[in-house]
């Protein structure tokens, strides 16, 4: 892949961030925070990009353009979409933040595919003011990649600096084999699959034992859509290392306003994530498992 396929798309603004256009398709850069919990509050630990395709101005789901997008055209598009993230992130995020981004590990069928979109990525970090180790790789599940594929590509990346996190954990046994062969830094676990078992002591329980198993390995986890206080506060109950979700903060398109988060680092961040500005933690109604406490 030459340098230019992930820059020929990218239209610079004067205020420093950038968009992308991929045929009829403008795309920007959202960035959603992900907290971690730390002495009673909130830290903002990092942040995850997510794309935002704009048709003739209006807003389209990512699911609709991506459907839109040929099999062979995949890995430009995904070129491009991390592109404009980490032009974006160097642009308005604080500087310390890890950065979540999404590789379908699919489109790299040979190892000097995998080589040459991660020099690209490379200088796109270099030109972005970003160091490799800031960078978190979202490994989603494609069945149509093969183990040996997966394993290759996962090496690729670390080869090159990145961690790893395995997206959308669930109770498969293939979820379960993800992390055992990857090994990765993160674990983030699936929203729907979280709620349901937070909604019982027993399935509370075994959330809690998986999350404590993870941490004994050394493997980080990140619970994804909390959307209401009593799952937040389950959460922190669990173990949870870190939480994404409405009920904290919601995506915001580039620029934001999430640079105020850095202007208090935290002298705590464990070692390869940059954690920022603390805030107060929301307030959260009494929770009993799946059912509120009536008043």
């Not at 598009?77 to 890890?98: I, M």
Request: hydrophobic share 40%; proline share 5%; charged share 20%.
């Amino acid at each position: 892949m030459s340098r230019s396929v992930g820059l020929a798309h990218i239209i610079r603004h004067d205020d420093g961030t950038s968009s992308g256009v991929w045929g009829i398709y403008t795309l920007q850069s959202a960035f959603q925070p992900i907290f971690a919990f730390k002495e009673g509050k909130l830290s903002v630990v990092a942040f995850e990009g997510l794309i935002r395709p704009f048709r003739d101005g209006e807003a389209q789901s990512p699911m609709a353009f991506f459907s839109t997008c040929p099999a062979a055209d995949r890995l430009h598009v995904e070129a491009l979409t991390r592109t404009l993230h980490l032009l974006n992130a160097g642009a308005c995020l604080p500087q310390e933040a890890s950065i979540f981004v999404n590789f379908d590990p699919s489109v790299f069928t040979e190892r000097s595919i995998a080589d040459n979109a991660l020099r690209e990525m490379r200088l796109v970090l270099h030109e972005a003011g970003i160091d490799p180790g800031r960078v978190v790789c979202e490994v989603t599940e494609q069945r149509s990649a093969s183990q040996e594929t997966l394993h290759s590509f996962v090496a690729a990346l670390r080869g090159n600096g990145f961690r790893i996190a395995v997206d959308d954990y669930g109770s498969d046994d293939s979820d379960i084999n993800r992390v055992k062969e990857l090994q990765p830094d993160i674990v983030k676990f699936d929203a729907t699959w979280i709620t349901q078992l937070m909604e019982s002591g027993p399935g509370f329980a075994l959330l809690t034992t998986m999350v404590r198993s993870f941490e004994e390995q050394g493997i980080r986890t990140v619970f994804e859509g909390i959307e209401e206080g009593w799952q937040l506060e389950l959460a922190e109950k669990a173990g949870a290392s870190m939480v994404q979700g409405f009920v904290l903060a919601r995506p915001e398109l580039a620029p934001t306003s999430f640079r105020v988060f850095g202007k208090t680092p935290d002298p705590v961040a464990s070692a390869g994530d940059a954690s920022t500005a603390v805030a107060p933690r929301t307030a959260r109604p009494a929770k009993a498992f799946g059912r509120r406490v009536s008043p």
